[in-house]
């Protein structure tokens, strides 16, 4: 939750998300193991994260992504299946690195009511997972935030 998130670590960095990225929120704290001031390892589903982002808008709770080694996405999709159950869907779509390497990237969905989880083996680099933590009661509001950028940029042509 929000609050156990803030309280996580007094050593968050929290920043404005400036208008670049205003789909993500008003607000982003983060932690990066390197850079933890105490010292604490970040964890996530009981693995070393490499980094974890929470979005705030409003300072209410959006989003959470937590990024770690892809070598950790067995144990870590296990957690999240013992705390929400069996996935609601799961995708196998095959990537190829820019070094032309070909893996199936596992992609695993929970649908919780107004919230959703999605855990994928690789994200970005074959090297890192991530798992996306949302919150779409917000969502209304940041297809609104969306809107009004359209309608910004089309007025300034």
């Given at each position: 939750t ?9 050593g ?9 990225f205003a ?17 604490n ?6 693995q070393?994260a490499?980094?974890?982002t929470?979005h705030?808008?409003?300072d ?6 937590a990024n770690?080694?892809?070598?950790y996405f067995?144990?870590?999709a296990a957690?999240l ?7 609601t869907?799961?995708e ?15 992609q695993?969905?929970?649908s919780?009511?107004?919230?959703t989880?999605?855990a ?14 949302r919150d779409s009661?917000v969502?209304?509001?940041m297809?609104?935030r969306?809107?009004?950028?359209i309608?910004a940029?089309a007025?300034?042509?």
């Open positions: 929000e609050a156990e998130f803030k309280q996580a670590n007094p968050l960095d929290c920043s404005s998300t400036g208008e670049r789909t993500l929120g008003d607000r982003m704290c983060s932690v990066r193991r390197e850079n933890d001031p105490l010292g390892i970040a964890t996530f589903g009981g070393p490499i980094y974890i929470a705030f808008v409003h209410r709770f959006f989003m959470l992504t770690f080694k892809s070598d067995d144990n870590i957690a299946q013992e705390k929400y159950g069996p996935p869907s799961k196998t779509p095959a990537i190829t690195t820019r070094a032309g390497l070909r893996a199936i990237n596992t695993l969905f929970w919780l009511g107004r919230d989880v999605v994928q083996r690789y994200s970005g680099t074959i090297a890192e997972g991530t798992v996306t933590y009661s969502r209304d509001e297809r609104s969306d809107r009004e950028q309608k940029g007025k300034s042509l």
